[in-house]
T-cell receptor
Framework: AQTVTQSQPEMSVQEAETVTLSCTYD???????LFWYKQPPSRQMILVIRQEAYKQQNATENRFSVNFQKAAKSFSLKISDSQLGDAAMYFC?????????????FGAGTRLTVKP | KAGVTQTPRYLIKTRGQQVTLSCSPISGHRSVSWYQQTPGQGLQFLFE???????NKGNFPGRFSGRQFSNSRSEMNVSTLELGDSALYLC??????????????FGSGTRLTVV
């Protein structure tokens, strides 16, 4: 079974600085998708960025970028120029692209605090 | 484009009662998944519905059930509520393709408290 591990329960960053959140996953599959979701206190999970495993190029979305290391099964999220609104729980998630019955697997989350 | 709508936002129920939660997906999304989120267990998959059929089910007791209607709206039901069922229940819709290459869009969740 696929598992997702986020080893940093909490992280803190100064406003305008850069922070990297770590994520590793375990799978024997070669075709899958990886995601980072943000959950602010409002509770709604918001998709931050998505990576397709068969694409070597790392995904970027404005201030958010990933470092996808397929061989190492690592998928870290870098937030540049951190803003107060970035404070939230961040979840790394995995979803297989194979078959039809594939739920999304989530890590335990990393709580990010942004200091003014 | 309207987002995923979950109702109600909050619920307080007594042990032994049953509860029904509702989720309306994004227009055009035919796949609806349900997750339970608790501080101790994190996000746990309950089930997924696609075109009114349950496609996948997580490891939850039979007290947890769901269904999907022809307009893709979905409901989940929990019978004989236990204190441990207190959680945030999240619904997620997705545009399902042959390669499942889209992520979920989540609703704001229903906070269920069992007393």
């Amino acid at each position: 079974a696929q598992t997702v591990t986020q080893s940093q329960p909490e992280m803190s960053v100064q406003e305008a600085e850069t922070v990297t959140l770590s994520c590793t996953y375990d799978t024997s599959e070669s075709d899958y998708y990886l995601f980072w979701y943000k959950q602010p206190p409002s509770r709604q999970m918001i998709l931050v960025i998505r990576q397709e495993a068969y694409k070597q190029q790392n995904a970027t979305e404005n201030r958010f970028s990933v470092n996808f290391q397929k061989a190492a099964k690592s998928f870290s999220l870098k937030i540049s120029d951190s803003q107060l609104g970035d404070a939230a729980m961040y979840f790394c998630a995995y979803r297989s692209a194979m078959g039809e019955n594939n739920d999304m697997r989530f890590g335990a989350g990393t709580r990010l605090t942004v200091k003014p | 484009k309207a987002g995923v709508t979950q109702t109600p936002r909050y619920l307080i129920k007594t042990r032994g009662q049953q509860v029904t939660l509702s989720c309306s997906p994004i227009s055009g999304h035919r796949s609806v998944s349900w997750y339970q989120q608790t501080p101790g267990q994190g996000l746990q998959f309950l089930f997924e519905y696609f075109s009114e059929t349950q496609r996948n089910k997580g490891n939850f007791p039979g007290r947890f059930s769901g269904r999907q209607f022809s307009n893709s709206r979905s409901e989940m039901n929990v019978s004989t509520l236990e204190l441990g069922d207190s959680a945030l229940y999240l619904c997620a819709s997705s545009f399902r393709t042959g390669r499942l290459n889209y992520g979920y869009t989540f609703g704001s969740g229903t906070r269920l408290t069992v007393v």
